[in-house]
């Protein structure tokens, strides 16, 4: 038998529903476009030999960082997935030692250890990315979201640095490969 109190209640549940899924499209819409007032950063990665590989921008919204990287230049970089992570040094130096943990030195080693924002404890590390992945023809294009940092995070001290290391299924995939300081500007 049809009652008509429990056929209003599925509408209006039904209207709450799809009132909901609007909103969160026009809040998702939002969250993709730039950050107001000049907050986001941008890092150049090369490579120790000084070429240029990618270019990285970190926007800022509604409590999320959206990670963009793409290659700047097609051949350099190996087909597969690369790991992606900011390091806890704004150093880039080719040949250089952990200004922490000291060792052999190594490339981009300088730029120090993967970052850890404060009060975050735990895996995975305030900086750990999704990998990139690139093609055949060594092009890459990433997009990633994360609240796992601040702006202010990154700036502070003695700044951050976002590293691109060798494919992973390959001998170099500890090899830090390419790395950019991340900065204003």
């Known amino acids: 038998m049809f009652?008509?109190?429990?056929?209003?209640?599925?509408?209006s549940v039904l209207a709450a529903v799809s009132g909901c899924s609007s909103n969160q499209q026009s809040s998702t819409a939002s969250s993709t476009s730039p950050a107001p007032g000049g907050q986001a950063?941008?890092?150049?990665?090369?490579t120790a030999d000084g070429r240029s590989v990618a270019t990285a921008t970190?926007?800022?919204?509604?409590?999320?960082?959206?990670?963009?990287?793409?290659?700047?230049?097609?051949?350099?970089l190996t087909p597969g997935f690369h790991g992606l992570?900011?390091?806890?040094?704004?150093?880039?130096?080719?040949?250089?030692?952990?200004?922490?943990?000291?060792?052999?030195?190594?490339d981009f080693e300088s730029a120090?250890?993967?970052?850890?924002?404060?009060?975050?404890?735990?895996?995975?590390?305030?900086?750990d990315l999704?990998?990139?992945?690139?093609r055949q023809d060594?092009?890459?294009?990433?997009?990633?979201?994360?609240?796992?940092?601040?702006?202010?995070?990154?700036?502070?001290?003695s700044k951050t640095a976002l590293l691109l290391h060798g494919a992973e299924h390959g001998p170099d995939a500890e090899k830090r490969f390419a790395c950019g300081v991340i900065g204003t500007g």
Request: charge should be negative; include cysteine; glycine fraction near 12%.
């Open 3 to 11: 009652k008509p109190t429990a056929f209003l209640a599925a509408v």
């Open 41 to 46: 950063l941008t890092a150049q990665l090369h």
């Open 58 to 76: 970190i926007e800022f919204a509604n409590g999320y960082a959206t990670v963009t990287v793409k290659t700047t230049a097609d051949h350099i």
């Open 85 to 106: 992570h900011i390091h806890d040094v704004g150093k880039c130096e080719p040949n250089s030692v952990d200004p922490m943990m000291g060792g052999a030195p190594g």
């Open 112 to 127: 120090g250890m993967h970052f850890q924002a404060p009060g975050h404890t735990g895996e995975p590390m305030s900086g």
């Open 130 to 134: 999704d990998p990139l992945q690139v």
């Open 138 to 157: 060594g092009a890459a294009y990433l997009v990633t979201t994360t609240d796992a940092f601040t702006r202010d995070n990154l700036l502070a001290g």
